[in-house]
């Protein structure tokens, strides 16, 4: 869930937005990847899928697995960001292009024709309007609020917090990011769970790996017992990304491994 950045109605939000628009009902608009096969060994085949990550290669667990012997085993990603969807080649043999262009990393129009390998794969986005109205509740878990605005805000995680999706929260420092993260831990049927809080810019970056992955003894000098990271320690209840972009590009691919999972 990612909260609206003052875009007019009718624009293609990324990923889930909140909406408002005069004289009806705040909405959640559910945007879907949908990647049809138009030529390769395994044309026909269409899929529509709402990740935050979407994989396609040549081995059976990949979001979109292809039987083309030109396509590598992990060929490539399709990362949903905030300022729209990621496709990241993952170093495959024979590469990734998009309209007939080949790339390492692009972000993607709202549909274009993918080639990995021989095989050419349509992408495109649906998107699904779902009407949630303001809740009648002033607070929702440490969050309090009476005004028209923070009800609607309160609709949507009322919404959102018993679901098992990943949320992207934005906003300003200070302004209870932490907070709504608690709230949607509380709500959600992870609830008896832990909520790990791991804070990507206050680590520093020849450590970040271990402290979110965790190591075991003798990984590297000075380890001299395991510890589990805050991946692990989240098992089971909710992990919560402070400032998540400070995360470094080799760790991106790995985090998103385990929110696949």
Sequence with gaps: MARGRGQGEGEAPDGTERMASAGSAPALLIQRVKLTVIEGPDAGRALTLDQDA????SLRENS???????????????LRQPSGYLLRDLGSTNGTSVNGVPVKEAFLPATALLAFGETRVRFSLEAERVEVRPSAATRFGELLGESPRMREVFGVLERVAPTGVTVL???????GKELVARALHAGSSRRDGPLAVFDCG??????????????????FTGATAPRAGAVEQAHGGTLFLDEVGELGPDLQPKLLRVLET
């Design 64 to 78: 979109l697995p292809l039987s083309d012997r030109t396509v590598s085993r992990r060929h490539a990603l399709i």
């Design 54 to 57: 979407v994989s396609v290669g």
């Design 202 to 219: 206050a680590v520093p970056p020849n450590l970040m790996e271990s402290e979110l992955f965790g190591h075991e003894r003798g990984a």
């Design 169 to 175: 929260i934005r906003g300003e420092t200070g302004t």
